[in-house]
């Protein structure tokens, strides 16, 4: 029960404004809200539980299940707290990313804020194309595809390659 009041001190102190706290016996429930259409929405849940010094988590819709140490717990909820701020573009807004972020704009990621699998940070890539959201498609060396969310995920310009 230790960590749990250390993570409820934690996410009292960074997130109360954000989410919705639940203690329900042993458990703690976080629910990360939106704001659609002026109205706020449930995004997901973390579900924390504690499992032999550890922290067993849930995160739903998505299903994802672990045991973590308390040291890993910020990133999940920096994440879910990252992503739940997400809005849509506008089509201004739009055509600026396009304008700034043209193909061939190489790049380099400082933090992507995916829970599954994330492009490590310090990748480099290039940019492909920026889609009808606004959301940058990008070639990483990696091989990896996902593509970045202005606004959300970081990462730098390092120049342009002329096509």
């Not at 989410?19 to 990360?32: H, K, R």
């Not at 701020?85 to 201004?92: A, D, L, R, Y």
């Not at 972020?101 to 920026?130: N, Q, R, S």
């Amino acid at each position: 029960m230790e960590l749990l009041i250390e993570v409820v001190k934690k996410v009292a102190y960074k997130y109360m404004d954000r989410v919705n706290l639940i203690i329900s016996g042993n458990s703690l429930t976080l629910e990360y809200l939106y704001n659609r259409d002026g109205e706020m929405d449930l995004y997901k849940t973390l579900t924390i539980t504690e499992f032999d010094g550890k922290l067993k988590v849930r995160v739903s819709p998505d299903r994802l299940e672990g045991i973590i140490d308390v040291s890993e717990l910020d990133d999940i909820i920096l994440t879910l707290d990252k992503q739940s701020q997400t809005k849509n573009h506008t089509q201004e807004e739009i055509k600026y990313i396009r304008e700034k972020y043209v193909a061939g704009t190489k790049i380099e990621l400082v933090k992507m804020y995916d829970l599954i699998a994330p492009v490590p940070t310090g990748t480099k890539g290039i940019v492909d194309f920026v889609d009808d959201i606004g959301t940058i498609h990008v070639n990483w060396e990696n091989g990896s595809g996902l593509g970045l969310s202005v606004g959300i995920d970081e990462f730098k310009v390092l120049g342009v390659d002329e096509q």
